[in-house]
């Protein structure tokens, strides 16, 4: 099976950094899109940040400019680093990866999730 661990959540003042990182471990051949999502109490889950296998990043309007996705491919880690933080950003953050689990067949799978809260 394929598990997906995130780490580096915490609490932090506004205007302040924090670098999620999300580690995939199990039987992966390849890993094709990854991505970082969050949800904060009330709301829908939000798509933050993609990156394709080849580095392709997009980003949601709320965060470009601020938070930078990145992937390290042999180890099968994708990060978020999130600057210049604000209120507006606590939630949990889940990171989601297509995982190919056979020729030509990718399924997804998520994180746990990790707590980010931004104090004013």
């Known amino acids: 099976q394929v598990q997906l661990v995130e780490s580096g959540g915490g609490l932090v003042q506004a205007g302040g950094s924090l670098r999620l990182s999300c580690a995939a471990s199990?039987?992966?051949?390849?890993?094709?899109?990854m991505r970082w999502y969050r949800q904060a109490p009330g709301k829908q889950r939000e798509l933050v940040a993609a990156?394709?296998?080849?580095?392709?990043?997009n980003y949601a309007e709320s965060v470009k400019g601020r938070f930078t996705i990145s992937r390290d491919n042999p180890n099968n880690t994708v990060d978020l680093q999130m600057n210049s933080l604000k209120p507006e950003d606590t939630a949990v953050y889940c990171c989601?990866?297509?995982?190919?689990?056979?020729?030509?067949?990718?399924?997804?799978?998520w994180g746990q999730g990790t707590q980010v809260t931004v104090s004013s």
């Open positions: 199990g039987s992966i051949s390849s890993i094709n899109n």
């Open positions: 989601y990866a297509d995982v190919q689990i056979g020729f030509g067949a990718y399924r997804g799978f």
């Open positions: 990156i394709t296998r080849d580095g392709t990043a």
